[in-house]
């Protein structure tokens, strides 16, 4: 028996919540991910996961099992990259998740950059409005906008803020009634985005003189993507937040205008996350810190512009 291999499979599966997960990432089947689980259990003589025809969890005896093959695992492959040297030398494939906003305005020139200075890294970057579980589904880093982040187990640091401006074309202001104050937007065709950048429930803002004030109009249309609800925004639908980055080229073209300027809209934060490693690997740890330094500077650029 491959005890080792066995162990990988088990803190997988641990981590994942599923074999049929592990056995697509491994690119093997659920019987052998299963009888990987099982002859673990047979040598250690104790059950290391509930299972119900739903779900599995760990028993007391695997998340103690668990946190010592972690460490192990660990070790051996700090070992195996040290001997090959990829602590230091960053190469090889990294596959990055980010929203498709960030992804399309500032990460994907970012990423053009990176590899100038990493050839050696290659980079599938996803794009996608959902949170992504990074070992599921095999990523190495996500970048997301976000209020806050939900419980995961995962690493997170900031690497940016990002603000967002209420916008509508030129062709729905023509129709409907002047704003003045956040007050005035439930008489309007309010447009809402669906993700874990936005609240679901209504927008806040927040005056010169510091005072917070809420709007929980109800939205007339939702989407889940941002770009998609920037076309329906152009389309005249109404009124809608859209991240700085996603808003200023129409500003500047005048195809949206900015509604309420007098009143900010909460910043948000931008995260880069990835799985909880006692090492991390070259092109991981190279690529967050280029990232938040050059994310940074892009964003911070354009909020900057404007303003004036």
Not at 265 to 273: A, C, D, G, K, Q
Request: hydrophobic share 40%; charged share 20%; glycine share 4%.
């Amino acid at each position: 028996m491959d005890k080792i291999h066995n162990m990988r499979v088990f803190s997988r599966v641990a981590e994942a919540g599923s074999f049929t997960a592990v056995a697509n990432i491994l690119e093997s089947s659920v019987a052998h991910v299963s009888r990987a689980i099982s002859l673990l259990e047979d040598e250690l003589r104790v059950r290391l996961f509930h299972r119900t025809t739903r779900r599995i969890t760990l028993t007391d005896a695997g998340k103690r099992y668990y946190q010592r093959c972690k460490q192990i695992l660990a070790d051996m492959d700090y070992a195996d990259a040290e001997a090959g040297d990829a602590l230091n030398d960053p190469s090889g494939m990294l596959r990055v998740h980010a929203m498709p906003g960030l992804g399309q305005t500032h990460l994907a020139a970012c990423i053009v950059a990176y590899q100038a200075r990493y050839p050696s890294v290659n980079i599938e970057l996803v794009l996608s409005s959902t949170m992504p579980r990074l070992v599921e589904e095999q990523f190495d880093v996500s970048v997301v906008r976000a209020n806050t982040l939900p419980d995961s187990g995962y690493v997170s640091q900031v690497i940016g803020t990002s603000r967002s401006v209420l916008v509508a074309a030129p062709s729905y202001l023509e129709k409907h009634s002047l704003l003045r104050s956040p007050e005035d937007l439930e008489s309007h065709a309010c447009v809402r985005i669906q993700s874990p950048a936005s609240a679901a429930d209504g927008w806040q803002f927040e005056s010169a003189d510091g005072a917070v004030l809420s709007n929980a109009s109800k939205a007339r249309f939702k989407v889940s993507d941002a770009e998609a609800l920037r076309v329906a925004l152009r389309a005249g639908a109404g009124i809608g937040e859209l991240a700085a980055c996603l808003a200023i080229d129409d500003l500047r073209t005048g195809t949206l205008i900015r509604i309420l300027p007098q009143f900010q809209l909460p910043t948000r934060n931008v995260y880069s996350i990835y799985p909880s490693r006692h090492y991390l690997d070259a092109k991981i740890r190279t690529f967050v810190d280029f990232v938040k330094e050059e994310l940074s500077m892009r964003i911070s650029s354009q909020e900057a512009a404007l303003q004036t």
